[in-house]
């Protein structure tokens, strides 16, 4: 949807109040206060200290979202120096909290709560690595029952015989099973 549409869709709920809505590029963030720069695209006064979010209280509940610099927004004024993003082309984070559970988007991946306990793990490769070691486990079981001991020979015949049994057999990897780019 253009800026125009968006624009237009805001003042038909909003009604025409002149310098409303306004849309402009970011200029600069302030990641602490949570607030940006804009400079509008009428060529306006740069607004500056546009809220992020719609109160100016340091808490990181509900929806976050910071807008890239550079990015094209639509800015509502709440009145003739207040400013609240509603809408942006392009995002830096995109972060959500609900009680104690969180999600946060970036240009790293997502990350879920903390992010400690490491990247997803991809399943099917698991899976598949699971059952390679299963069959490595088993073949040793199925080795140790069926030996022979033979008296005298030192254990070459064991060694023999478990070499035969579990050489066509290969322990699993798990490596590169983890997805580093979702976090949980």
Known sequence: MSAEKVKSLL?????????????GTVTELNHQD???????????????DVRLRPLVDGKDTGLNLTPAKGAHVV????????????SCT????????????????????????????GGLVNWPSLVEELNKTNSFVQAIAEALTQFVPVFG???AALKTFA??????????SFDGLEDSKVKH
């Open 11 to 23: 003042k038909q709920i909003l009604g025409d109040v002149p310098g409303m809505v306004i849309m």
């Open 34 to 48: 949570r607030t940006c720069d804009i400079s509008p695209e009428d060529g306006g006064a740069d607004v500056l």
């Open 75 to 86: 800015v509502l004024m709440i009145d003739e120096n207040d400013g609240l993003l509603i």
């Open 90 to 117: 392009e995002l830096e984070t995109f972060q959500v909290k609900v009680g104690q559970h969180q999600a946060k988007l970036d240009k790293e991946g997502w990350c879920f709560n903390s992010g400690d306990n």
């Open 153 to 155: 020979d030192g254990g």
């Open 163 to 172: 070499t035969t049994k579990l050489g066509a057999h290969q322990l699993g």
